[in-house]
C-alpha cells in the first residue's frame, strides 16, 4: 500500500505534479500510475479528480494554456506596439523553454475539439489580437496575424527544443530579429 501523501490532494496540486514530470520527463511519460507513483499515492485515486488518463491530458493541456496566457498577459502590462508584440513573443518562446512537457500537452489535448480547451486557447487568441490593434489589423486579417506569429513562435520552440540551431548566435536575438521581420511586414501592408 502507498503512504499518504503529507499534502491535501486537490485537482490544482496533481495538476502541478503532473506539469513537473511532464517538463521533468516529457509528456508520455505522464500517466496516470507514474503521477500515482510521484505523489506517494494509488493509481485509482486520481479517478476521483480526473476522468482516466485523458481527462487528466486535456486538464493539464487546459492548466498549461491558463498559464501560458497568464504569462503572456503579464509581459504585456504597460507596454504596447512593437514593444508588446516583442513581450508577449519572448515569454510564449521562455514559457516552451521553461516548461517543455506542459507546452506540448498543449499542442496534444485528446480533444482539441473540447470547449474548455477551446476557451483555455481563445484568450491566448484574443490577446494576440489586442496587441496586434495598434497596427491597425481587423477581423480576418488579425486572426491570420495571430496564425502567422503563432506558427513563427511554435515553429522557433520546436527547433530550439529538438537541438536545431547549432550555430554560436544568441537564440534571443535571432527571435527578435525575426519579430521585428514580422513587424515591419504588418506595417508594410
Keep these: ?9 486537490d485537482r490544482n496540486t496533481i495538476l502541478q505534479a503532473a506539469g513537473e514530470l ?17 505523489l506517494g499515492i494509488r493509481p485509482p485515486s486520481l479517478y476521483n479528480h480526473f476522468d482516466g488518463l485523458s481527462g487528466l491530458r486535456k486538464e493539464l493541456a487546459i492548466y498549461g494554456l491558463h498559464k501560458l496566457y497568464e504569462e503572456m498577459s ?3 502590462i504597460g507596454v504596447s506596439g512593437d514593444q508588446a508584440l516583442l513581450a508577449i513573443s519572448m515569454t510564449y518562446v521562455n514559457f516552451a523553454r521553461k516548461h517543455p512537457g506542459i507546452y506540448e500537452a498543449t499542442l496534444f489535448a485528446p480533444d482539441m475539439e473540447a470547449e474548455e480547451v477551446q ?15 495598434s497596427y491597425e489589423l481587423k477581423g480576418d486579417r488579425a486572426l491570420h496575424a495571430v496564425r502567422g506569429l503563432r506558427s513563427i513562435l511554435h515553429g522557433f520552440s520546436s527547433l530550439e527544443q ?5 550555430l554560436a548566435l544568441d537564440l534571443d536575438e535571432s527571435l527578435e530579429i525575426i519579430i521585428q521581420a514580422f513587424i515591419n511586414g504588418m506595417k508594410e501592408n
Design 119 to 133: 476557451n483555455a486557447g481563445a484568450k491566448i487568441v484574443n490577446l494576440s489580437v489586442r496587441v496586434l490593434q
Design 22 to 38: 511532464a517538463d521533468r520527463k516529457g509528456i508520455q511519460e505522464v500517466t496516470l500510475a507514474n503521477l500515482a507513483k510521484n
Design 1 to 9: 500500500m502507498s503512504p499518504r501523501p503529507k499534502f491535501a490532494l
Design 74 to 76: 503579464q509581459s504585456a
Design 162 to 166: 529538438k537541438g536545431g540551431f547549432k
